[in-house]
C-alpha cells in the first residue's frame, strides 16, 4: 500500500525529486518562479478548475494575486511540455522504469472526457462516446510508463496527424522507435512518414478485411495476401513528387509545423 497523502505535499515532493517547477520560467524574463508553493498552487488551480481565489482560501500562506501572477506569466503550453518532460526523463532513469523497457517503444490513444455547463456549450458531440458533449485527450506512453506528451483534440477529430504530433514534438530525452496505435490512429500518411524517418509503426487494425493494401508489384506477386491488394503504387508519381519528401521530414522533425496541419 503506498502513503496516504495531500496532492499539494505530493507536488511539492516531486519538484524537490525533479526540479519541474522550475521549467514554468516567466514569459519575459525567463527566470524560475521566485515561489515555488505559489507556482505548485497555480498549476493544482488549472488542474481543478479552481481558480486563484478559491485556491488561495485553501491554501496557507499564499494569496490569490500570487497564485494570479504564477498563471499569467509562468505557465503556458511550452512550460507545461518542459515540466512534463522534466519528470518523464527522471521517472526514464529510476531502476524500477528500466524493468519496463528501455524507451524506445511507445503506444497513444485518446481519451474522450465528457463536459458540462459552460464547458459543454464549448464541446463535439461524438455518437461513439454517447450523446453528450465533451473533448479528448491523445496521450502518449513510454514502454517504461511515463507519459511524454498529452494532446488536447476535439471530440470529432480524427486521432491519426496527433500521433506524430506527440511522437516529433516533445521535449523528453526519450528516443522512440517503435510506436503501437489502434485504428484511431492509422492513415496512409502516418504510414508514409514512419518509413521516411526510420520509424517502425506497429498497429492493431480493426475490419482488417475492409482495407487493402497498395504494392509496387501486381497483386499476382502476392498469392496469398491477394484478397487484401488494391490499386498498385502509381511509381511515376511517387518519382515526380519525392524531391518533396524529405523536406516534408526535415520539416517535422526541425520546425514548429504540426503533424495534423500536413494534410
Known amino acids: 500500500m503506498y502513503p496516504l497523502i495531500e ?3 505530493l507536488l511539492t515532493e516531486v519538484h524537490a525529486w525533479t526540479g519541474f517547477a522550475d521549467q514554468f520560467t516567466h514569459i519575459r524574463t525567463q527566470d524560475p518562479p521566485h515561489s515555488i508553493p505559489a507556482m505548485l498552487a497555480g498549476i493544482l488551480a488549472d488542474a481543478t478548475n479552481l481558480g486563484a481565489k478559491r485556491m488561495a482560501a485553501a491554501s496557507k500562506g499564499i494569496n490569490a494575486r500570487e497564485i494570479a501572477w504564477k498563471r499569467i506569466f509562468h505557465t503556458r503550453p511550452e512550460t507545461y511540455k518542459l515540466a512534463q518532460a ?3 526523463d527522471r521517472h526514464a532513469q529510476h531502476p524500477h522504469a528500466l524493468l519496463w523497457g528501455d524507451g524506445s517503444t511507445a503506444s497513444s490513444d485518446g481519451q474522450f472526457f465528457q463536459a458540462s455547463d459552460r464547458a459543454g456549450l464549448r464541446s463535439d458531440v461524438n455518437l461513439h462516446y454517447g450523446s453528450e458533449p465533451g473533448s479528448k485527450f491523445y496521450s502518449h506512453l513510454s514502454d517504461q510508463c511515463g507519459y511524454f506528451s498529452i494532446l488536447p483534440i476535439s471530440a ?5 496527424p496527433y500521433v506524430l504530433d506527440g511522437l516529433f514534438d516533445h521535449e523528453t530525452a526519450l ?3 517503435e510506436h503501437f496505435t489502434d485504428t484511431g490512429g492509422a492513415s496512409d ?4 512518414l514512419f518509413a521516411l524517418t526510420g520509424r517502425r509503426f506497429a498497429l492493431r487494425l480493426r475490419n482488417l478485411k475492409d482495407r487493402k493494401l497498395h504494392t509496387f508489384e501486381k497483386p499476382e506477386t502476392y498469392p496469398a495476401l491477394h ?3 488494391g490499386v498498385p503504387i502509381n511509381a511515376s508519381l511517387f518519382m515526380e513528387y519525392w524531391d518533396d519528401r524529405p523536406w516534408c521530414v526535415i520539416q517535422r522533425q526541425t520546425a514548429p509545423v504540426p503533424a495534423a496541419e500536413l494534410r
Do not use: L, R
Open 7 to 9: 496532492v499539494p505535499d
Open 86 to 88: 522534466c519528470i518523464t
Open 156 to 160: 470529432t477529430e480524427s486521432e491519426a
Open 175 to 177: 528516443d522512440i522507435q
Open 189 to 192: 500518411h502516418v504510414f508514409g
Open 227 to 229: 484478397e487484401h491488394i
